[in-house]
């Protein structure tokens, strides 16, 4: 029996690049070694964005549409939307008994988002919603009795604590659930266009792997770089240049980012022209990505039954687990 993968993303817009390193690479490479689930987090999207829920329901066809184009195959995956498996819910409210407040406050990610969202970190500001979503993603693994999680470095918290409340939770009432493991690719992280340590959505500093050939050119044209070269031929510096940093990560010609680096550092080079080479590099990859996605445009209603599958079968799983759940805290009194 193949070991159980489960991973996912909230709909809030468009896949990234920093997706794609932090996760989706590794979801296509080992869909085929393992039962994989992906999650489509809808419930846990509305945590920032219940005021807008349209943002987070039109962006679930947008996501299918992302993960079949990168080449995730519906024939060895299946795709759930978190909102029809209901025993999450339920399992959220249970795993909630194990967390202390102080523990849900003291988690690096969740401290983050609310610093980056607000400015800073105020009781007044925070949803309980948002606060409990990592119990929340917690349930989303445990529902499906997952073995592995590919997820990027930002999210290696959420899985953490997610293991303590599965650890917990088993060492309570018996080897019930399997404690996860995180997966994180080779490139977990992928810095911003504007230099910044994290592409993010919420920052604006994004490239899609649905954008066109002209709004990538002008993203990468406006890529962070080196802030203390005036002129072309001043020496430049590559450490913490974003252009370089994409150039190591998608550029295969090795030779050729060696020898840019070299005219770079010695100021035989522009920013234009090493903009350029990556510009070309960018589209080459991204090209047969735009290609599938812009297929699947007027084909929602398969993606759509695609999404229903998977939720059907993920709810069947969901099920199985939430009843030994129940079994072991003693709360199917009147169904035995």
Known sequence: MKKRILTGDRPTGKLHLGHYVGSLKSRVELQNEYDMFILIANIQALTDNFNNPHKVS??????????LAVGLDPNKVSFILESDISEIADLTIIFSNLVTLSRALRNPTVKSEIIQKEGEFEFDKISIGFLSYPINQSADIAAFNADLVPAGEDQESIIEQSREIIKKFNKLYGEILNLPKIYLTETPRLVGIDGTNKMSKSL???INLGDSEDELKSKVMKMYTDPTRIHKNDP???????????????????????????????????????KEKLYKVLNDFIAPIREKRLALDNREDYLLDILRDGTKLGKKIAHETLSRVRDSIELNIINK
């Open 204 to 206: 604006n500093n994004t």
């Open 236 to 274: 430049g510096h590559i450490e913490g240049n974003a252009v370089f940093l994409f150039h190591d990560i998608f550029n295969l010609d090795k030779d050729e980012v060696k020898n840019l680096k070299e005219l770079y550092i010695r100021g035989k080079i522009g920013d234009i022209e090493v």
């Open 58 to 67: 039109s962006n679930i066809i947008e996501l299918m549409k992302d993960y």
